[in-house]
């Protein structure tokens, strides 16, 4: 069994002290357990953040499997359960906080008032702007993560991160949408994830 001393000094190796302090001592949110949160969670607790925060109101459906990180063996479950017993397996040491609801105006603050950094990973456009917007208004000093554009199967390299304003970012094409053409396909929404979870780490990397 590896301790987790074992898995600190790991870390550390890795990515040095100062980044693994910081990973250590940082509250990150996925909002939403899909295609996008589902792998973001996974690489981010690989990366060394301790703290997560996972929140969706969604049950795994057989149709998820094709690109969302769950096993068939889930299907039934609460996302946020699947999840975290997943993340546990890979690192039995974080600290896994779950909320099985939907966010909306009037829980917001109550389910992000103690999260740092805010990866947005909803499916639904106007969801994805009331969260944003909410962020950017009420929260200045948090950092949110939104995606838009991760669909069909045009060119992986296209899915870019922008750095929208200082403390907001937002990671797709910008223009591929599911209503037009091929649908969400695993590799391409895993890429956007990939960018959600690295700018995680840069943000840390930046940090004082």
């Not at 639904?124 to 939104?146: F, G, Q």
Request: aromatic content about 6%.
């Amino acid at each position: 069994m590896i301790s987790q001393s074992e898995w600190n000094n790991a870390l550390i190796e890795r990515h040095g002290r100062d980044l693994f302090n910081k990973a250590q001592n940082t509250t990150v949110a996925v909002c939403g357990l899909g295609g996008l949160g589902s792998n973001i969670a996974p690489l981010l607790i690989r990366m060394g953040i301790k703290r997560l925060i996972l929140i969706d109101f969604d049950k795994v459906d057989l149709t998820n499997i094709h690109r969302q990180n769950y096993l068939l063996s889930d299907v039934g479950r609460l996302k946020t359960e699947a999840l975290k017993d997943g993340l546990l397996k890979i690192c039995p040491f974080g600290e896994i906080i779950t909320h099985n609801e939907k966010i909306t105006e009037d829980n917001i603050h109550s389910l992000l008032s103690e999260a740092d950094i805010i990866c947005e990973a909803f499916d639904n456009a106007e969801c994805k702007a009331m969260l944003v917007n909410y962020i950017l208004e009420h929260y200045p000093k948090k950092y949110i993560i939104s995606a838009s554009g991760m669909a069909g199967l045009n060119e992986a390299d296209l899915i870019k991160t922008r750095r929208i304003t200082d403390r907001f970012y937002l990671c797709g094409d910008g223009v591929s949408d599911i209503d037009k053409g091929f649908s969400l396909c695993a590799s391409r929404v895993a890429v956007c994830a990939a960018h959600q979870a690295h700018c995680v780490i840069r943000i840390l990397n930046e940090l004082k």
